[in-house]
Every structure is written in C-alpha cells, then in structure tokens.
C-alpha cells in the first residue's frame, strides 16, 4: 500500500505539476513539499505544520485533505493543544493586536516630539531663506558695480577706433546673356555646376581646354578648383533647364533657356583697357618727345640759318672794304702818276 507522500507526488504527476508549480501556489518552501512527498515530516517546522502543509497539497491535487488525513493518520504525527493553541490564528491574532495597540501608544508618545522637531526644522528653514536672499542681494549689488566698472572700462577701449580690413567680396559683372566677368577671386576658387531635374552633358573648359565632361545625373553637383592664372571659364550645358553655376558660392544670375547654353567666365579685370591705356600713353610720350625733337631741329636749324646769314653778311662786309681799299690804292697811284 502506497504511503500519503507516494499518493500527493501521484496525483501531482497526473495533473502535470511541478514541485515549483504548487510552491507557487500555495506558498509553502520545495523543501517542505519534497520532505512530505518522502514522508519525511521531521523536516517541517512542527507537527501542526505537517497536517496544515498536507491538507493545502491534497487541495492542489485533487484530493480531500481531511479523507488523505484520516486514512494515514497513523503516518502523520498529531499535532499537540498546546502547540496548535501557539499556533493559531486567534493566538496570533491576539499577539497582533497587543503589537498594534502599542504602536499606537508609542505614536501618541512621540507626536508632541515630532512636531517640535518639525517646529524647529521650519524655523531653520525660514532663517536661511532669509539669509540666501540677503547675501544674494548683496551679491547682484556689488556685481552690478562691477558690470558699470567693466562697462566703462570696455566703452573706453571701444572707443579707440578699431580698424579691420575688409575681406573683398567676390563681384559677378554681367556682359551680355552668356558672359560673366568675375572679381575679387582670392583663395575660394571652388566652381560648382549643378544639374537639373533631368540628365545633360556637361563640360568645363578653362583657358580654352576641356578640364572636365560628363553626363550627370538629375540634381548632380561637380566641384572643380580653378587654377590661378584662370583667365576664362566655359562651361556648356546640353539644356540649361534648372542649372546652375557658383563662383567661390556665388551664383551666375544667368536665366535658363531650357535649351543648349555656353555660359563664359572671364576672370579678373578687363585686361584690353589697361593694354589700351598704357599703349596710349606710350603714344602720347612718343608724340611729345618727337614734337620736341622736331622743335629743337627747327631750333637748330634756324640757328644754323642764321649763322649762315650773318657770316655771308660779314664776307660780303669784307669784300667791300677789299674793293674800296683798292679803289682807293688806285686812286692814289693815278695821283702820284699826274703829279710826276
């Protein structure tokens, strides 16, 4: 015949659970479920635990508590008075009221306590309230004398003109539709062109040489650094729908055709003007100094002239004086002939 432990693990085994599973539901320690499974009930807490612990297992299983209680009671050790007088729920109820009734009276006992306590702890906190808003008063006063301090000090130092260079914008100059002249070109020299909402080709060409063609995708960007001795920039599109052109992040104001473009870029100043300039000043120093020769040839000529003239006029002085010293010679021998 099967023991009253052989008979619970049975009928837990039929429904399918666990030690674990029946711990969990009736609360009771694994330890204490496998002793009684092996009849081991020296290993509960006492005598009245092992028939309290049994009657809650049979429940689970399926099985009456009493009926399993009576039918092995000589297996399971009774329970004594005065232990289960110990152990009942009056008794404990009685332990629990004796417990709560003096934890009222301590409550009542230390309330006055607390509430002084709570009291002085208010009376704390109201002080230093005062205390921190004074001190930060004083505090904001003495920073606002600083602040005015500072203030005239920073306005006297601002007041020293501050001279700061500008850095030179870069200028985009419309020439006509399809040619741009930009200036001011320093270190940025990023060009970028992007597409439209549709594929073209593309091509970039600087100085006169293709740098760069491509077919580019809709919404593309290239970028491309142009050199520095850049003078002139082509980019050609095969539809200029959407396009765009930047120049060190300027954009080419240029309005699409939707239709083949070239868009020119000359960089830097106008070199034409400067060439004409300076070829009309060498002109004009060229004229003045051949107006001056020419003058000072005319001088030197007259001069020449007139020294001419004037030594033809003393030749012709002295040829008359020659002619009338001989003249005279003559006449003088013609009388000393007439007085012989």
Request: aromatic share 4%; net charge positive.
């Amino acid at each position: 015949m099967a023991d009253i432990g052989e008979k619970l693990r049975s009928a837990r085994e039929e429904k399918g659970l666990t030690i674990s599973d029946i711990e969990k539901t009736t609360k009771i320690q694994g330890r204490y479920l496998t002793a009684i499974e092996q009849n081991e009930f020296d290993k509960l807490p006492g005598d009245f635990y092992v028939r309290a612990f049994i009657r809650q297992y049979a429940q689970i299983v399926g099985l009456d508590g009493k009926e399993l209680l009576s039918e092995y009671h000589q297996d399971v050790p009774e329970s004594k008075p005065d232990e289960y007088v110990e152990n009942s729920i009056d008794n404990k109820s009685e332990e629990v009221k004796k417990t709560t009734n003096n934890k009222k009276n301590l409550w009542k006992n230390y309330l006055p306590r607390i509430a002084v306590g709570l009291g002085v702890v208010v009376v704390v906190l109201v002080v230093y309230v005062l205390y921190a808003h004074l001190s930060s008063g004083n505090q904001n006063n003495n920073a606002d004398s600083n602040v005015t301090v500072s203030s005239q000090s920073s306005s006297k130092k601002s007041s020293k003109p501050a001279v700061k260079k500008k850095k030179a914008a870069v200028k985009v100059q419309k020439i006509d539709d399809n040619q741009y002249r930009i200036l001011g070109l320093k270190s940025n020299r990023k060009l970028e062109v992007k597409s439209g909402d549709q594929a073209i080709s593309v091509s970039i060409a600087i100085n006169g040489t293709v740098q760069w063609q491509q077919t580019m995708s809709a919404n593309q960007s290239h970028e491309l650094t142009l050199p520095t001795d850049a003078t002139s920039v082509t980019v050609t599109f095969g539809n200029d729908n959407g396009t765009s052109i930047k120049v060190a992040g300027k954009k080419i104001p240029y309005t699409a055709t939707s239709s083949y473009r070239t868009i020119t870029l000359l960089i830097g100043k106008n070199q034409d003007s400067s060439t004409t300039t300076s070829s009309s000043t060498t002109t004009s120093s060229t004229t003045q100094s051949s107006s001056s020769s020419s003058s000072s040839a005319q001088s030197s000529s007259q001069s020449s002239t007139t020294q001419s003239q004037q030594s033809s006029q003393s030749s012709s002085a002295t040829d008359q004086n020659t002619s009338s010293s001989a003249g005279s010679s003559d006449q003088n021998d013609g009388g000393s002939d007439n007085n012989q």
